[in-house]
């Protein structure tokens, strides 16, 4: 089966760094768009950044540019996101997700429905 695992959530000051962790498993990695994706408190789910697993091309929502930065471990089948001055609007349960099928109906990439595979999310807490 298909499987999501994140890790490396926490607790951190504004200005603060933290580096997040995704490991797939059951599926060809290579062949995968992945993506992160953040919720904060009460609001909508939304998508942050995106990198297609074969290539080196990357996808930054305007609201990290210049402060996260997404890498793999493709031999590890494992996608991160370094998150560099934080800031307390970052807050918000991350979540890692995969497109591993054919294309549905939504071809927007940092569209919740453009995925089929979620992980359980990581919590990320910026304090002022």
């Known amino acids: 089966q298909v499987q999501l695992v994140e890790s490396g959530g926490g607790s951190v000051q504004a200005g603060g760094s933290l580096r997040l962790s995704c490991v797939a498993s059951g599926y060809m990695y290579n062949t995968a768009y992945m993506a992160w994706f953040r919720q904060p408190p009460g609001k909508e789910r939304e998508g942050v950044a995106v990198?297609?697993?074969?290539?080196?091309?990357?996808y930054y929502a305007d609201s990290v540019k210049g402060r996260f930065t997404l890498s793999q471990d493709r031999a590890k089948s494992t996608l991160y996101l370094q998150m560099n001055n934080l800031e307390p609007e970052d807050t918000a349960m991350y979540y890692c997700a995969s497109h591993v099928g054919p294309y549905g109906a939504s071809r927007d990439i940092f569209a919740g429905e453009f995925y089929h595979y979620w992980g359980q999310g990581t919590q990320v807490t910026v304090s002022s």
């Open positions: 990198i297609y697993t074969g290539r080196t091309a990357t």
